[in-house]
Antibody, heavy 121, light 107 residues
């Protein structure tokens, strides 16, 4: 079954880091970019960046530069997103998604189920 | 960054209605525009890519059109399972950006 399965919910204190995993199955992990998005409660979707599983290359949204790190472990088909120096504004559901080219157009065609990150003292 | 603006932010409709949602980009994104449906507590689901191409498995009552800076998503005969929030997203440049969403509610 083609799917992305994310790690479970996390509760963090301000200033801590959160690390979310995203395990791919049913397709060739190395072939497709993994993107990370987040969605604050009642809000829209915000793109955070991508990782290229084949070579580990990354591109981050400027807003998160210096605070986000995306990595992968190809031996277990898993991508990771770590966000440091958490504040209340980082409380959100974090999603990984597969980036695909469909007739030359980029889109996110497969999503993880989401991981809720709560930031509370 | 390219700003994506959807309208309306919400709408009320009945089963069988024709529904149209618009999405405007702050600069041209050519045809690099996608539409997603999201239901409460669930991840988004790709409906339309390249402004007008239907993703595999998506019902044909969904259609997209437009290019440049103006796009529309149309649901020709709204079904009960279509009550959800819809997002447009541009894949023309980085950072990828989404509209703020349009919530389709039952009248």
């Amino acid at each position: 079954q083609v799917q992305l399965v994310q790690s479970g919910a996390e509760v963090k204190t301000p200033g801590a880091s959160a690390k979310v995993s995203c395990k791919a199955s049913g397709y060739s992990f190395n072939v497709y970019y993994i993107h990370w998005m987040r969605q604050a409660p009642g809000q829209g979707l915000e793109w955070m960046g991508w990782i290229v599983p084949n070579n580990g290359g990354t591109k981050y949204a400027q807003k998160f530069e210096g605070r986000v790190t995306m990595t992968r472990d190809t031996s277990i088909n898993t991508a990771y997103m770590e966000l440091s120096r958490l504040s209340a504004d980082d409380a959100a559901v974090y999603y990984c998604a597969r980036g695909i080219l469909l007739s030359g157009f980029g889109a996110f065609d497969l999503w993880g189920q989401g991981t809720a990150v709560t930031v509370s003292s | 960054d390219i700003q994506m603006t959807q309208s309306p932010s919400s709408l009320s409709a009945s089963v069988g209605d024709r529904v149209t949602i618009t999405c405007r980009a702050s600069q041209s994104v050519t045809s690099k525009l996608n539409w997603y449906q999201q239901k409460p507590g669930k991840a988004p689901n790709l409906l339309i890519y390249g402004a007008s191409s239907l993703q595999r498995g998506v019902p044909t009552r969904f259609s997209g059109s437009g290019s440049g800076t103006f796009f529309t998503l149309t649901i020709t005969s709204l079904q009960s399972e279509d009550f959800a929030t819809y997002y447009c997203q541009q894949s023309f440049s980085l950072p990828r950006t989404f509209g703020q969403g349009t919530k389709v509610e039952m009248k």
